[in-house]
């Protein structure tokens, strides 16, 4: 199976920034669309941005500006880079890849990283 390894979270102080990357590995044949999702405490999971395989981009409106995310298709690898952080960036990120893992299969299948916490303090 496909593997998404995330890295990058920890803790900062408002203002600060940080890049967040999660690295898919194992059975790839090809990935399409990769992006990034985060839940806060009771809160409900909010898409932050995705980018396809082509590189279109598409941010949430509340990270629009201070975001940017990019992916290195050599290393099945998605990134996040964040500025400006505010104390309501904070949450749990969770990266998504969309995944062929067959030769023989046109389906892809989204597999999801484990989350990495995000803590902005004032």
């Known amino acids: 199976q496909v593997q998404l390894v995330e890295s990058g979270g920890g803790l900062v102080q408002a203002g600060g920034s940080l890049r967040l990357s999660c690295a898919a590995s194992?059975?790839?044949?090809?990935?399409?669309?990769m992006g990034w999702y985060r839940q806060a405490p009771g809160t409900q999971r909010e898409l932050v941005a995705t980018?396809?395989?082509?590189?279109?981009?598409n941010y949430a409106d509340s990270v629009k500006g201070r975001s940017t995310i990019s992916r290195d298709n050599g290393k099945n690898t998605v990134y996040l880079q964040m500025s400006s952080l505010k104390s309501e960036d904070t949450a749990v990120y969770y990266c998504?890849?969309?995944?062929?893992?067959?030769?023989?299969?046109?389906?892809?299948?989204?597999?999801w990283g484990q989350g990495t916490q995000v803590t902005v303090s004032s």
């Open positions: 998504y890849v969309d995944v062929r893992e067959y030769v023989t299969s046109t389906y892809f299948y989204r597999r």
């Open positions: 194992g059975s790839i044949f090809s990935i399409n669309d």
């Open positions: 980018i396809t395989r082509a590189g279109s981009l």
